[in-house]
């Protein structure tokens, strides 16, 4: 059964600090992507991955980075988390080259910045 | 049909029920769409997809039809169930299989409710 993982299901940190989403996939897919989800705005997205130390800006990339060192592994990173960052993250990767464009969701991280 | 706002578009139906659920896409260059389903706690999970040369697709008690002239893609769900209490998501890729890069513009969602 192919897997999207994400390291935590909920988190609270406070603001100022810097904190990590880490995601990996086993589907050996070349993208990955990162996208908040808040209610009424649908799923936006923040940066995605085309390849191993590959890394796009998406719609919303302001007050975060990325690391895509292994290509399984995709991370995301809050430098320093404000409360206008809480919110659902959503880890997705798919294959590259192919006629369908299908993502793979991993289960969410909810965010809360005190 | 999904709108911009605070707000999500909602459904309400009976079980048994079909259920039609709507989708206006922004991009006329778009050519693969997909409809994903959302339970509540979980990641967005893929139900169905067509791309643009086709007006009409089928799966298992689910149906998406395009009209590429207005824009406007549909999810059609056969006898509604419990089960299918959901957010539903369409997504538009405007370039499948091209240096898109997989690339994916979701629609906000409408929230699907089954009353027993």
């Known amino acids: 059964d192919v897997k999207v993982t994400q390291s935590s299901r909920y988190l609270v940190k406070r603001t100022g600090e810097k904190v990590f989403l880490e995601c990996v996939q086993d589907m050996d897919h070349e993208n990955m992507f990162w996208y908040r989800q808040d209610p009424g705005l649908g799923l936006r997205l923040i940066y995605f991955?085309?390849?191993?130390?590959?890394?796009e800006k998406g719609d919303i990339p302001e007050g975060y980075s990325v690391s895509r060192e292994k290509k399984e592994r995709f991370s995301l990173i809050l430098e320093s988390a404000s409360t206008n960052q809480t919110s659902m993250y959503l880890c997705a990767s798919s294959l590259a080259g192919g006629k369908r464009d299908e993502q793979f969701f991993g289960p969410g991280t909810r965010l809360t910045v005190l | 049909g999904e709108s911009v706002g605070l707000h999500l578009p909602t459904l309400s139906v009976q079980e048994g029920d079909n259920s039609i659920i709507n989708c206006a896409y922004s991009?006329?260059?778009?050519?693969?769409f997909i409809w994903y389903k959302q339970e509540s706690g979980k990641g967005p999970q893929f139900i169905i997809d067509i791309r643009s040369n086709m007006d009409k697709r089928q799966g298992q008690r689910v149906t998406v039809l395009l009209n590429k002239t207005v824009k406007h893609l549909s999810l059609q769900i056969a006898a509604t169930q419990p089960g299918d209490s959901a957010v539903y998501f369409c997504?538009?890729?405007?370039?499948?299989?091209?240096?898109?890069?997989?690339?994916?513009?979701f629609g906000q969602g409408t929230i699907l409710t089954v009353h027993p």
């Open positions: 991955s085309y390849d191993v130390k590959m890394k």
């Open positions: 997504a538009e890729n405007m370039d499948a299989g091209g240096t898109s890069y997989g690339k994916l513009t």
């Open positions: 991009n006329s260059a778009s050519d693969y």
